[in-house]
């Protein structure tokens, strides 16, 4: 398997092989930070990582990969840099590319990563657009990997905005791994058509299958995972709030949700979650439509089913296998 100067846009670029070659890679890059061996094999290399929107976990994962592999990051910020206002990404991307030796994006246009990659000539990594988060499917899938020992034939419930990052990115990289994947959610959001085309093609190649359902006792029976994302995603204008709690409301995962599945299942949210009133966008939502918790109740996400802080670690360890595979020429 050879990863060198790949560059992570969407799992759809990425074989059933290829993804589990990175799964292992992260699993022994874990196994040795653990065990306190050094893996420091990038010494020299610098890599920029590019942030429009905010972020905790995908930046300070590529901050400590980047670190613990040898490498210098620089963080470049909403604002502070000429990028998109002064310069054009295809510029950008050429003068980063003459410095860095990788560069990871965040932000809200799709085609504004892959004009980084097509530009830059050095491996770019998506740190999450408004279609794609690559790199946090591969941290999920270490999860459930290490929970259950595999991952074929595993069924995962989706529940919530289907059409956004997370509910693409999950399907798609659900479909590759040969997992059997269903997106419960109002029809208004189901995916894009051509990605649950694209979706099923991958599932037919690895034995897994798509499959979109608006009732959630039926999407959720017998399955071993049932995750949820945020049900406005950051770049959504405000407003879309009302509508969007009207459409979701019935799918919030709750501990009648988790029944519908099997009792041994496990809960994942990539996080950000608003599961209490100790945020201020969740005290905001509280004091305008009177709910205490949105996409998931605070008694799911606080069961021992919830396996939401594995997978922010995992983010470290997966973030760091993609960029030795993109540029450790091994
Ligand atoms: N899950 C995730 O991408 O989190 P951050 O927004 O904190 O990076
Ligand atoms: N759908 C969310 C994911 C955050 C990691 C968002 O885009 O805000």
Not at 39 to 48: A, F, R
Not at 119 to 133: F, Q
Not at 161 to 171: E, F, I, P, Q, V
Not at 313 to 323: D, P, Q, V
Request: aromatic share 8%; proline share 2%; net charge negative.
């Amino acid at each position: 398997m050879n990863l060198y100067k790949r560059n992570l846009l969407t799992l759809l670029d990425y074989t059933e092989e290829e993804i589990l070659y990175l799964l292992d890679l992260s699993a022994k890059l874990k196994d040795e930070k653990k065990n306190g061996i050094k893996h420091d094999v990038l010494k020299g290399k610098n890599i920029v990582l590019l942030f429009e929107k905010d972020s905790t976990r995908t930046r300070c994962a590529f901050e400590v990969a980047a670190a613990d592999l040898g490498m210098h990051s620089t963080y470049l910020g909403p604002t502070g840099s000429q990028m998109g206002k002064k310069e054009s990404i295809k510029d950008t991307a050429r003068v980063l590319g003459r410095m860095y030796d990788g560069i990871e994006y965040r932000g809200f246009k799709q085609e504004t990563v892959e004009c980084l990659a097509e530009y830059s000539n050095v491996p770019v990594w998506n740190g999450l657009t408004e279609k794609y988060h690559p790199t946090q499917i591969l941290a999920d899938l270490l999860t459930i990997k290490e929970h259950y020992g595999y991952l074929k034939g595993l069924k995962m419930c989706y529940l919530g905005d289907a059409r956004y990052n997370m509910g693409n990115s999950l399907m798609i990289g659900a479909a590759k791994v040969g997992m059997n994947f269903v997106a419960c959610a109002p029809k208004e959001l189901w995916p894009a058509s051509d990605l649950v085309d694209k979706s099923i093609e991958a599932a037919k190649l690895s034995g897994g299958s798509v499959t979109l359902e608006e009732n959630v006792e039926i999407a959720c029976k017998d399955a071993d995972i049932i995750v949820t994302d945020v049900w406005v995603s950051m770049g959504e204008p405000d407003d879309v709030w009302a509508e969007r709690i009207k459409l979701l409301t019935p799918y919030q995962v709750n501990s009648k949700v988790m029944g519908y599945a099997k009792d041994t299942a496990i809960f994942m949210h990539c996080l950000p979650s608003f599961h209490n009133l100790e945020t201020k966008v969740g005290m905001e939502v509280y004091e305008k439509f009177g709910l205490n918790g949105l996409e998931v109740t605070e008694e799911v996400f606080e069961s021992n089913k919830s396996k939401v802080f594995d997978e922010a670690e995992n983010r470290l360890h997966t973030i760091k296998a993609c960029m030795y595979a993109s540029l450790v020429n091994e």
